[in-house]
């Protein structure tokens, strides 16, 4: 059983920056692959980046790529995804997620995670 909880969102204005963490209960944090998913008003989920679970292999979505970071601290049971040039189009709660295994790469469908955490608002003011 993993728990994850997401901390880091907020109200920032378009061009900001913001750093998502997302903490990890378990000695097992290291076995999954992570992602990180936003749901904004009205629109479905859609994946923002994947880890491996050692960080070797990364995604990143289209909107997102050269403008977000994903990485993972497994000493700390941590994933983080730093956020930069934040756009109003970002605005959404993101939510982190865990499952798949060592022999995962980064998993783009929600479908193959296994544990989710409640998710962080992110509010990009233009």
């Known amino acids: 059983q993993v728990q994850l909880v997401e901390s880091g969102g907020g109200l920032v204005q378009a061009g900001a920056s913001l750093r998502l963490s997302c903490a990890a209960s378990g000695r097992t944090f290291s076995s999954y692959a992570m992602g990180w998913f936003r749901q904004a008003p009205g629109k479905e989920r859609d994946i923002v980046a994947a880890?491996?679970?050692?960080?070797?292999?990364?995604y990143y979505s289209d909107s997102v790529k050269g403008r977000f970071t994903i990485s993972r601290d497994n000493a700390k049971n941590t994933v983080y995804l730093q956020m930069n040039s934040l756009k109003p189009e970002d605005t959404a709660v993101y939510y982190c997620a865990a499952g798949g295994s060592v022999y995962s790469g980064p998993m783009r469908d929600g479908r193959e995670y296994r544990y989710w955490g409640q998710g962080t608002q992110v509010t990009v003011s233009s």
């Open positions: 880890i491996n679970w050692n960080g070797g292999r990364t």
